[in-house]
Each structure stands twice: as structure tokens, then as C-alpha cells.
């Protein structure tokens, strides 16, 4: 069926090269143009030449291929038609409405469109899907006729090349350079007179800028123009104003271009100005479907939305990549740390490698490591020195004056700085009222992470931190100790308490989440039973079972048990729940902690695993006396506990209302 379907997709194509070559022969051969060049003009080689072009533009349309795919996918079969805002972000007030359009109507509207969006969110699959609706598809309404899409990737024009000169290539137009001379005359106070040479591109005896847009509307033309952004700076300029002209002469024709958003500066008059919209859910699953099958989707997408990654799969590229783990090993990493380390990598570099687009910098040693430190750096500083996602250009400015002097950045150009980290990674993205903010909630939390684990040795938590406490389990994840990074951060006085109720609950239910790898730890251990005396608290002995299920942080409580003694509760008819704690010996000097004072509490179906590892029990006896517990006498006491034994709460998925809007 595939087959049959391209084969008619190539009958079209070739019946639209038939049609495109005889309008445009018979406009270049009118009696007007026969006196000024019917001798370079080839019928035959018109005819080939626009076949030529659109059997190119049918391949590069026919597949999309991302990064990690080592054979491409049907461009019809493997992707989705995205929806698309009328209202970029960065133009958009707070809250207003916008409405949005679908890609079929990029070829229906009035106007020429610049269709923006971030890095991976679909923009050239989006003309790819647009090509094919022009070969397969009969047209929407009558603004729809078009029998000529014509694609230009704006990253291979050579230099000096214009997109005049591209197109006249593409319709196989041979042209010539010729040196004009322009005499300009004195003054009556001055009789000199000066010329200026220029060089002026022609086919036959006419300018190659009147011929150009003639052709294209007797075909008429779609004109796709891929990846504005990915043209060298110092040629955007001129390259926009040559787009902007062209789109003013034609008439029949349309121009669609794509632009990465960061990359748009400058007004392009003439142009709608559109963006791809984020995925939703709904979307998400039609592609997980068109990935997976319809059996397996259904698992990915219910991992994936427990994850704290979740966020992250709103653009075609990050969400095919999870995809592709997925389908390789069969389920999604845990530990997002991988995931994001993997991704983040992929915006700031391993994207235009495929592309082959390189984005220099203007500054020495910026490359995309720097780039990830300074990012880093500022996600800290904006995380727990402005509490805010969206930030303005003034904050912006403010924060790249507290960091820019590690990464040996000029003081004065925090705004070039700024752009140059907008256009080239896609991470610090335009929102709306002039402001900023990171593509993704999860993402920001990760590179604050980064920066606390490597650049803030501190004991005493600041009250910033303690507010909010997400960053600190990320970090944690992400520290080469992480059970004794944890526990240190726990046994310091006064920490918990700044941490509050709320913000050690909130910790703890996103360390569930995160999956650390941790080593065994005696200080981890203590750390957990000071937890446990400074807050009693139902919800946080309960997400402390939850760690227990990890091997290596029961065994690390364990080890720091043996410094006490456990008590049973009296036993009533509800059944003992929780074990008392004792300082029943001395913990080694060396490890300058707090030990947790006789009123700490754990659940007693941890029991006779306890006893297992070497932690001493006893229970209350008769006339006040205790006496010691073996297994068999601590599975009887668990027996009757009213606490599930490996009852894990199931963390409930990124609040963005933690931090401040």
C-alpha cells in the first residue's frame, strides 16, 4: 500500500513538472520575452530541470530522520500534522487567547508566513508534510493551487549566492553576471563626475529580480525557504531583505519560511508571523502510537507521565528520543539525571551537528560545555535569587552580572550574551511581555542541580534553598556520594528546620522520584533517623518507608541502628506500628553528627530485616524489664503491625505552583 502510494506521489510530481515547464516556457517565450531571451531559453531543459528538482524535493520530503535513527521514517506514517499559534509567545500579553491553525492552512492564507518555533519542535518535518500536501492532495480551496513546490535549504547557499540565483538553478534558468557601470553626474559647484561599478545578474537581457517572480507565478510556486537561522549571520540581513522583496513582487505565489524563535529580530514586512505550538497529550499519543503500535503506547505513555522528565517531551524531537530509549530497552531510565544530561546535550550541540549547521561563537571558549556551565550558573541564580521561571531582560542583565566573570565574558554585552544562548540552544526561550524563561520546568531544576552539587559546599542550608527544595534532591542525584551528600545536608543543625514540614515532604517525594544510586551510608542512615525524631509526621515516616525500598538505604539505616537499641511499643489491640528509638551505645567521634535523640520512630515491619543486619531489639517485659527480640519473635511482632511492609507512595508528577509564576 506504501508503495502504491508513492508511486502515485511520483506520477503527480511528474505531471506537475510537465504543467510547471510549459506555463513558465511559454511566459519566458511571449513576444515580449522572445527579443530578450528566447536564445537561452531550453524547453527541454526546463522540463528536466524542474523534474530534476521535484524528484529532490519528493526524497528530501518522503523521510524524516532524527538523531539516533539509523534508517530514516516515512514522513507520512511517522509524523503528525502540528498545530500552529497565530500568536507567538513572545508577542502574546499573559493569559490572552490566541487561536491557532494547522498546517494546511499555511497554504490557504493570504499572506506569506514566517513560521517560527524552538529547536526539535518540528518546524522543517512541518514543511516536509507541506511539500507532500501539494503532491498528494487535491487543493483545500482555491487560495490552495499550487503545482510548483519549490524548496530551498537556505543553510547550503553558497557565499555570494542569492536566493534569486538559487531558484533560477532549481528551474534550470542558466543566468549571467554582468558589470553594470553608473555614471553620476557633478554639480554646478563640483563638474567632476564619479562611476560605480556593480554587478548585475541576468537571464537573456532581463534582470534575474523581474524574471524570477514571473516564472514562479505562472507555475504557480509554493516557495519553502528552510532554516533562516541557519544562514551566517553576517548574510541574514541581506538574505531577509532579499525573502521580503521577492514576496512583494509575487502574486499567485506563496512563501513560507522557518526560523528558529530565537533567531527572530527583525520584522519581515509583508510576513505573518506564526509559531508550532507545544505538543499536548493528545498529540504525544498519536505520535507514541505511530512509533510504538497501539499495544505498546498506551505502557510508554503511563511511565512517561510518572517521570519527572515529563515536561520535556512537548517537542517532536525530545519526545522521539524517549521514544527511541524506550523502544531499545524495553522501559524509560529511572533516573532522569541520564535523560537530561542526554538532551540538554542534544539542544546545545549533537542537533546542528546532524544538521551540519555550525553556530560559531563570538566569544573565545564559549563552546557548548561553557554554554551548559553558564547555564547552569544562571538557572541557579535566577531559581533561588529571583524564586521565578519567567524573569525580564533587566533580571536577565542582573544575573549575567553576578556570573559572567568565570566564563571570561565581556561586562558590557549581557544582552548579546543573552541572544547568542537564546538562538543557539533553544533553553532559554522569549515568553511573553518581553521576558524569559527556561523551554522546561524540569530542565531548569536540573542545571540548578548541577551548579549546587559542583560549585556550593555549604553545611547550613540558606533559607533560599529551603524554600525550595526540588533543585536539592536533583542535586543529589547528580552527586558522585549522593547517600552522604543527602545525609550530611539532613544531620546539620538547624537544616530541617528550615526545610519545614512541607519542604522535607516535598524532598523526599521527588528523591522517590529521582531514584538516586545510593552507596551505603552510616551518615545517611543517621540522617534518615534525625528526620524521623525532628518531624512525626505520618506522610513523612511513610515516604521514608518508600527509600526503604531501596536496598542500599535500609542497609545504610541498618548500620546506624546498631548505635541504639529499638523499643516495641506496648502492644495494644491495634498491634505495635512503630519501634522507639534509644541511644543505647556511642557512635564513633570521627563522625562530628547529631545522633537522633529516644523519640525517634520507625515502622516495625522493617523489623526482622533489622535483626538481620545486627540492630539490637528489645521489648518491654514484665515489671518494666525489656528483653531482647530475635527473628522469630520480631516476625511476630510485624505480623501484627498495621503498617503495610513496602507501602511506596506514589510521587505525584512536577508542580510548577512550587515556584513562584
Known sequence: MWHVRQMEIATAAAMLAFKVAERVADRLLSSKGKKQGADVIDEGALLVGIEGHLSEVMAWSQHVQFLGMNTPADTESSTIALAIDLEPRRFRASHSKHGSISERDLLSRS???????????????????????????????????????????????????TLY??????????????????????????????????????IGDRRIEDVIPECLDHAPALLLLDGLDEVREESQAHLRAEIVQLGRRVRRSKVVVSCRTGDYSAQMDGFSVV?????????????????????????????????????????????????????????????????????????LADWDAQN???????????????????????????????????????????????????????????????????????????????????????????????????????????????????????????????AEWIGTLLLEPGNLQRLEASGVAALLSRLLVERPAFEVSEIFGFGLLHLLHVYEDARIVDLVSGLFEVDTVFESTANALRWFVLLSDKMSEAGCSLLRLKRGYEAQPFYEIVKPPSRGALPAVYLPDMISMGVHVEVDGPGGKTRSVDRKAAEALASLSSWPRRRRPRPSRLDETELQL
Open 165 to 202: 540565483a538559487r531558484i533560477a538553478t532549481a528551474l534550470a534558468l542558466p543566468y549571467t553576471h554582468h558589470e553594470v557601470v553608473a555614471t553620476l553626474g557633478g554639480t554646478k559647484r563640483h563638474s567632476s563626475k564619479s562611476q560605480v561599478r556593480s554587478i548585475e545578474t541576468r
Open 356 to 482: 551540519d549547521v555550525r553556530r560559531a561563537s563570538k566569544y573565545a571558549g564559549f563552546d557548548p560545555d561553557k554554554k551548559a556551565e553558564f547555564l547552569a550558573a544562571l538557572a541557579f541564580h535566577v531559581t533561588f535569587s529571583l524564586r521565578a521561571k519567567s524573569f525580564s531582560e533587566d533580571d536577565l542583565v542582573n544575573a549575567y552580572r553576578a556570573i559572567y566573570r568565570p566564563f571570561n565574558l565581556p561586562l558590557a554585552q549581557a544582552r548579546e550574551v543573552a541572544k547568542e544562548i537564546q538562538t543557539h540552544t533553544g533553553i532559554v526561550v522569549a515568553g511573553p511581555n518581553d521576558g524569559f524563561e527556561f523551554c522546561h520546568l524540569s530542565l531548569q531544576e536540573y542545571l540548578c542541580a548541577n551548579y549546587l552539587v559542583r560549585a556550593v559546599p555549604f553545611k547550613k542550608l540558606p533559607a533560599r534553598l529551603a524554600a525550595y527544595s526540588a533543585p536539592l534532591a536533583v542535586a543529589v542525584t547528580l552527586s558522585s556520594r549522593p
Open 111 to 161: 499572506t506569506h508566513t514566517l513560521l517560527l518555533g524552538e529547536p526539535g519542535s518540528g518546524k522543517t518535518t512541518t514543511l516536509k508534510r507541506v511539500a507532500r500536501r501539494v503532491f498528494a492532495e487535491a487543493p483545500y480551496e482555491t487560495a490552495d493551487q499550487f503545482d510548483l513546490p519549490l524548496v530551498v535549504r537556505l543553510r547550503e547557499l553558497a557565499e555570494g549566492e
Open 275 to 347: 509559531e508550532i505550538c507545544p505538543l499536548t497529550e493528545k498529540q504525544m499519543t498519536a505520535i507514541a502510537r505511530r512509533w510504538l503500535g497501539a499495544r505498546e503506547a498506551p505502557a510508554f505513555l503511563e511511565a512517561l507521565r510518572r517521570l519527572p522528565y515529563f515536561d520535556l517531551a512537548d517537542r517532536p524531537l525530545l519526545l522521539t528520543q524517549l521514544l527511541f530509549l524506550y523502544k531499545k530497552d524495553g522501559y524509560l531510565p529511572e533516573q532522569p539525571g541520564m535523560i537530561y544530561r542526554k538532551l540538554l546535550r542534544l539542544l
